[in-house]
């Protein structure tokens, strides 16, 4: 890979970025893992800030119940209707 140079750079040069963001949008697009295993051993290290130390997880919008509304009262007249046969639904 022609960019493993790129990682003597700063964090805050161009270069080192755009490995970091490219890498970031590989990553959101397949599998952790399998991208980690096709980037050369200097990407792989920790220590070099191209890759995230973990995979990234699910995020949920809603994940405290607390941001859902309460749920609307069902009005009890819709509970259970009944026909002239007997027959309820």
């Avoid at 890979?1 to 697009?29: N, S, T, Y």
């Avoid at 995020?59 to 609307?72: A, K, M, Q, V």
């Avoid at 009262?73 to 509970?79: M, N, R």
Wanted: aromatic share 12%.
């Amino acid at each position: 890979m022609d960019r493993v140079p790129d990682l003597a750079v700063p964090m805050q040069h161009p270069k080192r970025v755009f490995v970091h963001r490219a890498l970031e949008l590989e990553v959101r697009l397949s599998y952790y893992d399998r991208v980690l295993k096709t980037l050369p051993p200097p990407f792989q290290e920790p220590s070099a800030g191209a890759m995230p130390d973990q995979a990234p997880g699910p995020t949920y919008e809603y994940e405290d119940p607390s941001l859902f509304p309460p749920p609307f009262p069902f009005p009890a007249s819709l509970t259970c209707v009944t026909f002239s046969s007997g027959a309820t639904l």
